[in-house]
């Protein structure tokens, strides 16, 4: 595939699936809405992990088996960390939501271009749409820095422990988190040779 792919054919990449987007070809069109967004926002792969305090994941995106034993599809990646401890935006864009109920708790949506990034079992409150925790407060259509501390690590939400629910939405559709942060790590790599 021509490095600079056209937007429809990553739009493909995209509808086929976690599988194929793990692989080479679907890498190169990653960069791809990245780029788009690099007119108003940091470069993508200046994002930064949204943990601070990490202790290790605890909870793959896809199929895991539920409480109740049946399996039941995690959006998501989880991450633990020790409770009250910071989080910080992935990648600079604005509050599109602050959600607060039972199963992600209270939570955080982010938009970055194309890309939503969700937040869930946060400490605080998420009254009245709005988060509030300690001096911290997010609304809807704040703008929020790449690496801003826009939350604390809490046990909100559906969760035995402490942990953030990370969650990423590109157009509307379910990204595997991980691989978001291994593409990171390989554009890192590849900036970091000579
Ligand atoms: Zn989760």
Redesign the pocket.
Known sequence: MPSGCSRPVFQRIVAVGAALFASGIAASGFAQPMGQARRVQNPWHLGVFPVTVFSGYT?SFGGRTGPWGAIEP?Y???IAAPLGSPIRNWWGGTVKEVIHDGRCGVGLVIQSGPYEHIY?HLLGSGADGIYRSGGLQLQPGQRVRTGQLIARVGMSGRTTGP?L?WGMRYGGQWLDPALILRAMARSRGAAARP
């Open positions: 909870s995690h998501g990646l989880d869930c942990h629910h």
